[in-house]
């Protein structure tokens, strides 16, 4: 399970820009996407291979009782409790406040690992920055500059030094696509599990008791295997399966991690909200392959049933790779079609692309539509392989790619999603520069 890095502490500290770098090396593989907006306290990095989650908990005020404050507080509250690890961040130039002391207090009954960051650190003595923060009762103190970069190396290192390493997925379990089911409260992921599940031969589960971050559940449908991811501790009644916990988003967003396969489920009944957006972004985010189901299709009339496909089209241009399902879960109706879509988008993330035919498509692109100038030089574009799956990556080689625009990428991926019928994925283009103009020509 990707690990959960959860950041706290007084406002102004820092912490978003600490978030923004730690979620820097991930962002820059999502080209620039009309009408993309990022949730700014969820997202995902790396460091040399492991994945991890960041959530910045803006605003946490451990005494607010009430108002937005408390809500946000409640929020934050949340957070720490699904935390792998805590970041505390404190000010090293304005020194250590009462407002730290009463976080340090809460931080101290939390049994996760915390780490006590000092920031704007730079061009100062660390030792010197880092002392009083001893009073804290929270260990040595991590003296980083947020803004400029240093000590958040170590500061990571240090942190997955306490993680448990990384587990493989475990394979070989089950066949099938690993699916997980997302979407904001109430919009019918529960109901729509149910009748999945309920109706189909579920092939073994994991009765109460179990691991607190199990499980996937292994059902078929129509002589083809799933693998559901459980985002919310599902435990089965009798003939139903209910959701122990409550909707979270690190839960959603270590599901969205997980899968193969998102199936992104909204409400008709109600327009596009900021939270299906962000939970939307998410997933293309992690390039996983992706089907839409606008529930309670039953509910609504005609009119509402055309406002909704234009409110969809129009805050989820990014989202138009993935085919859409109207459907009602209540009433079965559409979700056979659901499955069929996910089966297609995860041939298509698995997709196998020979070289020969990426370089000779690459070549045909080109010719149709050369990339700009970039200052005096035109990029130069030889050949292009598979660099991975789920998303499938294409990487390109050639000389002068820095300044290729995402327009132009984007034109790019258009061409390779069409010749290879690639439905239902997103996929990534990285471009790889020789700096030597020579140092190819074999
Ligand atoms: N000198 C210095 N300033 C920094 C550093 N990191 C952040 N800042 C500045 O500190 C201020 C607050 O930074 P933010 O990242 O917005 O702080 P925050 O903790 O997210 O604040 P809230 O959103 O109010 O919770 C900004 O003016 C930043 O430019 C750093 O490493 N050194
Ligand atoms: N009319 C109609 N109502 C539905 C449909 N699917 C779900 N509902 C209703 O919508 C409400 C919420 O459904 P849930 O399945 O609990 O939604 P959820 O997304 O799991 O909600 P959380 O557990 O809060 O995240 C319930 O009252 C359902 O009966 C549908 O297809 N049509």
Known sequence: MIPTLVLVGRPNVGKSTLFNRLTKTRDALVADQPGLTRDRHYGVGRVGSRDYLVVDTAGFD??????????????????????????????????????????????????????????????????????????????????????????????????????????????????????????????????????????????????????????????????????????????????????????????????????????????????????????????????????????????????????????????LPFLSFARSHYVSALKSQGIGAVLNSVDRAYAAAMAKLSTPKLTRLLQEAVVKQAPPKVRMFRPKMRYAHQGGSNPPIIVIHGTGLEGIPASYTRYLERCFMEAFKLQGTPLRIQFRSSTNPYSDRK
């Not at 915390?114 to 880092?130: D, I, P, Q, S, T």
């Not at 306490?162 to 904001?184: C, F, H, S, Y």
């Not at 979270?248 to 998102?262: C, P, R």
């Open 62 to 315: 451990p005494v607010a009782k009430d108002g937005i404050m408390h809500e946000m507080a409640r929020q934050a509250e949340q957070a720490i409790a699904e935390a792998d690890v805590l970041l505390f961040m404190v000010d090293g130039r304005n020194g250590l406040t009462p407002h730290d002391q009463e976080i340090a207090n809460r931080l101290r009954r939390v049994d996760r690992p915390v780490f006590l960051v000092v920031n704007k650190g730079e061009g100062m003595n660390r030792a010197v920055v880092g002392a009083e923060f001893h009073a804290l009762g929270l260990g040595a103190p991590l003296v980083i500059s947020a803004a400029h970069g240093d000590g958040v190396h170590p500061l990571l290192d240090e942190v997955f030094e306490v993680l448990p390493p990384e587990t493989p997925e475990p394979e070989g379990d089950a066949p099938g696509p690993r699916v997980a089911i997302v979407g904001r409260p109430n919009v019918g992921k529960s109901t729509l599990i149910n009748t999945l599940l309920g109706e189909e031969r579920v092939i073994a589960f994991d009765m109460p008791g179990t691991t607190r971050d199990a499980i996937s559940i292994p059902f078929s449908r129509n002589g083809r295997e799933y693998k559901l991811i459980d985002t919310a501790g599902l435990r089965r009644r009798g003939k139903v399966f209910e959701a122990v916990e409550k909707f979270s988003v690190i839960k959603t967003l270590q599901a969205i991690e997980q899968a193969n396969v998102v199936v992104l489920v909204l409400d008709a009944s109600q327009d596009v909200s900021d939270q299906d957006a962000h939970i939307a972004g998410f997933v293309l985010e992690t390039g996983r392959a992706l089907v839409l189901a606008i529930n309670k299709w039953d509910s609504v009339d005609d009119y509402r049933r055309e406002q909704i496909k234009n409110d969809v089209a129009r805050k």
